[in-house]
């Protein structure tokens, strides 16, 4: 989808809002194909690139408890 594009292309670009909007498109299948895994990924760059900005963290950590199967470690 278009918004697809224009988030990616921010999200590569370090935006935080790009990367956590990216999460939540994954994370609902909006447009794409829902990955659990791919959304928590997004979730937590924008969580990295936002420490001290206004943008919540709280959001991968419920992700991740929401949805275990997501999680990267083995």
């Keep these: 989808t278009e ?3 224009w988030y990616r292309l921010a999200a ?4 935080a809002e790009a ?5 939540l498109m994954y994370a609902n299948g909006e ?3 829902q ?12 969580c ?3 420490i ?3 943008l919540s ?3 991968p950590v419920a992700f991740l408890f929401s949805h275990p199967s997501a999680s990267t470690h083995s």
Excluded: H, M, R, T
């Design 3 to 5: 918004a697809l594009k």
């Design 12 to 15: 590569d670009q370090g935006i």
């Design 19 to 23: 990367q956590f909007n990216l999460g």
């Design 31 to 33: 447009g794409i194909p």
């Design 35 to 46: 990955d659990e895994a791919e959304a928590l990924k997004w979730y937590q760059f924008s």
């Design 48 to 50: 990295e690139v936002s």
């Design 52 to 54: 001290g900005a206004p």
């Design 57 to 59: 963290c709280e959001a």
